[in-house]
């Protein structure tokens, strides 16, 4: 039992990140019906940020700040200049448009800062918990807890705030909701900002247990889009089932079948549900509406 | 004279003389080629090694040259492809026409390039780790770096020596990871040892507790990690917070501060062959390796005000073995420095002790490797 609870430790620690990720990914395709794939790269910008702001001689709550901001402030960079001028582009052309976003902040990391692996230290400490027998990290409980309370304030921005529901509103239908006065530019921007921020944040925590590096942001953008996927693109609550359900099923799988295949698990998983079941666990049926 | 045709005067005389000198020294320039992986992935590894040849270039330049020839750098960056890496040693070898090369900072784009230089036969030296490149012995290919088997051999011997029995593998999916997982695996019977458990981790994997949770529940006395980069503050993190027993070996991969920096306190106790660079000051003063590494760490530093690395001191060795085959050819003849380069004995570096024969086209031994423990956040040279 004991390294049943020491899998399902890992599993939950890195799915939360996972889920923070497809946050994103749910949010932007939301507003804009836009898969970005420069997702991971928040990740990463949250991460390295911090960690240079640090070195900077920042202190490091601050510097953590600065580097969700700097992401921010990317994200908006990348809507105002990639994607809004883009208007009229076939979703497929959007997603190239992110995909080179992603590949020169990539490249501008590797230069601007460099092409090392850095780490941060942990909020509290490093003395391990021991639970059912089982080890958990301080580390582990704060990502735990700083994605119940994102999930809590996204539900209260998009239940209760005329914002959110203007959101709402434009991912039901962008056209409706122009006609009532939203001005559905405004959303798509608003839901980069929220989208770097969450991403940044990723990277923020995730760093004191895994470096982060110019490039880390390609495979955790990947299980994050695998893991808004299975929760169903666009839904809040499906992206963080399906952020705990990738890394569970990756940890358990490490664990209990051959770790040589680990990573093939979020991908196999991926392509179930692209087959059996596309709009995932928590989507709503995509209709075509003539 | 007006002012003006003066400056014009005196500017002509600076042409002239500068002219007549070119003429005096313009003994035929050696060409040494390089193709290095100074951006893409492996940029940690291509980018001192690119600095260290144009810093000792220069340095044998300003000290007159080789045998009175002034040596010429041509470099091109492959960006860690080995598809560029074929592109650019065509050209050094059609076009630059270099008299030798030195380069091919990942084994990937030395392997590509074999066919090539074997064909032209032009002495050429990899700065790559895997042993396939000289095993079997290529007539035109030698090599500076350690071969990972080497670094297994290190770590087996130092588990011996602890009364260690069983031990447990965790490595990567990477080229490195597996080569070092064969060799691993390969050796381990020959050294006395049982693996009990070998686990894999994918690329970008952020968390390896249930890899080292099977291999603690096999139970093992030692564990030797196969990999680099990231993984490895992570694997040692992860050993710590699952408190195993037993002592964590990585391999040379880890010789970089950052490797400490990364994993905290959780990296004491760690071991590692390191090359002889990394503890320098630490070796004993009859150490002939010693005042080697420490005027190259001096130089490197000086010039560059950053950390040196183990993979400049590979491109370091490659130089100098070759500045001193051609010196004991009298020439740049190819033919003739690659027979002076393969008689090279005792050539001390900074990777090792070099003894080339025809068998052998690396010409050092596991003894090249340095055991290393990490002990208050700092490399502790243990032999």
């Known amino acids: ?290 | 004279m007006s002012e003006r045709s003066r400056k014009a005067f005196s500017v002509l005389a600076g042409a002239l003389t500068l002219g007549l000198i070119h003429v005096a020294q313009a003994a035929e320039p050696i060409r040494i080629g390089s193709f290095l992986a100074v951006t893409g992935p492996a940029a940690f590894l291509g980018d001192p090694e690119k600095k260290t040849l144009e810093l000792y270039v220069e340095k044998i330049n300003a000290e007159g040259g080789v045998l009175g020839h002034p040596l010429e750098l041509v470099l091109y960056d492959t960006g860690t492809s080995a598809k560029n890496a074929v592109t650019f040693v065509k050209r050094l070898l059609e076009q630059d026409r270099v008299d030798a090369i030195i380069g091919g900072t990942t084994t990937g784009e030395t392997m590509a390039v074999i066919k090539l230089v074997e064909k032209a036969e032009r002495p050429f030296i990899s700065l790559a780790g895997a042993s396939v490149i000289i095993d079997p012995v290529k007539k035109w290919v030698f090599k500076t770096p350690h071969t990972d088997r080497m670094a297994v051999e290190k770590v087996y011997a130092d588990m011996k020596k602890e009364g260690v029995t069983e031990i447990g593998l965790i490595g990567g999916s990477g080229g490195f990871d597996k080569s070092c997982l064969k060799n691993a695996e390969e050796l381990a019977g020959s050294y006395g040892l049982t693996i009990k458990a070998t686990e894999q981790y994918g690329k970008g994997d952020t968390d390896m507790t249930p890899q080292l949770t099977k291999i603690r529940n096999a139970g093992v006395q030692a564990v030797l990690f196969c990999g680099f980069g990231a993984a490895s503050t992570i694997v040692t993190k992860n050993y710590a917070q699952l408190g195993l027993e037993g002592r964590l070996y990585h391999n040379h991969g880890s010789c970089s501060k950052r490797f400490i920096e990364g994993a905290g306190a959780a990296a004491e106790g760690v071991r590692l062959p390191c090359a002889a660079l990394v503890v320098a000051d630490q070796l004993p003063e009859d150490d002939p390796q010693r005042a080697v590494g420490l005027a190259y760490i001096e130089a490197y530093e000086a010039a560059y005000g950053e950390e040196v690395s183990t993979f400049g001191g590979h491109a370091y060795d490659a130089l100098f073995l070759l500045v001193g085959a051609i010196e004991r050819a009298g020439g740049a003849d190819p033919a003739a420095v690659r027979d002076a380069l393969e008689r090279t004995r005792n050539f001390i570096g900074v990777d090792g002790i070099f003894n080339m024969s025809p068998e052998d086209h690396l010409g050092l031994g596991p003894e090249a490797f340095k055991m290393l423990e990490v002990r208050g956040g700092n490399w502790k040279y243990l032999y």
């Open chain 1, 1 to 290: 039992m004991t390294e049943f609870f020491q899998f399902l430790f890992s599993g939950l620690t890195v799915g939360a990140i996972y889920a923070l990720i497809a946050l994103g990914f749910s949010l932007i395709y939301n507003a804009s019906h836009l898969i970005n794939f420069a997702q991971g790269e928040f990740v990463m910008i949250g991460g390295m940020a911090t960690v240079f702001f640090a070195a900077a001689g920042i202190e490091l709550p601050l510097a953590a700040v600065l580097a969700v901001l700097l992401a921010v402030v990317v994200a908006v960079a990348i809507e105002r200049l990639g994607i809004a001028p883009a208007k009229g582009t076939s979703a497929v052309g959007l997603i190239i448009i992110t995909i080179g976003a992603a590949i020169l902040i990539r490249g501008l990391a590797g230069i601007v800062w460099d092409r090392n692996f850095h780490s941060l230290p942990p909020i509290s400490g490093e003395e391990p918990l021991v639970i059912m027998g089982a080890t958990l990290l301080p580390q582990s409980l704060w990502i735990f807890g700083v994605t119940a309370v994102i999930a809590l304030l996204l539900w209260f921005f998009f239940a209760k705030t005329l914002w959110g529901k203007a959101m709402m509103a434009t991912a039901y239908n962008p056209l409706a909701a122009q006609l009532v006065g939203i001005d559905t530019r405004k959303v798509v921007l608003v839901s980069f900002a929220l989208a770097g921020a969450l991403g940044a944040l990723a990277g923020v925590l995730i760093t004191p247990l895994a470096p982060t590096h110019f490039q880390v942001g390609v495979m955790l953008g990947l299980k994050g889009f695998a893991a808004a996927i299975v929760g169903g693109l666009g839904s809040g609550l499906g992206a963080i089932v399906g952020g705990l359900v990738i890394g569970i099923a990756e940890a358990m799988a490490a664990g209990y079948l051959s770790s040589a295949y680990k990573d093939a698990v979020a991908f196999v998983i991926i392509l179930l549900f692209l087959v059996l079941w596309p709009s995932g666990l928590f989507g709503l049926r995509g209709i075509e509406r003539v």
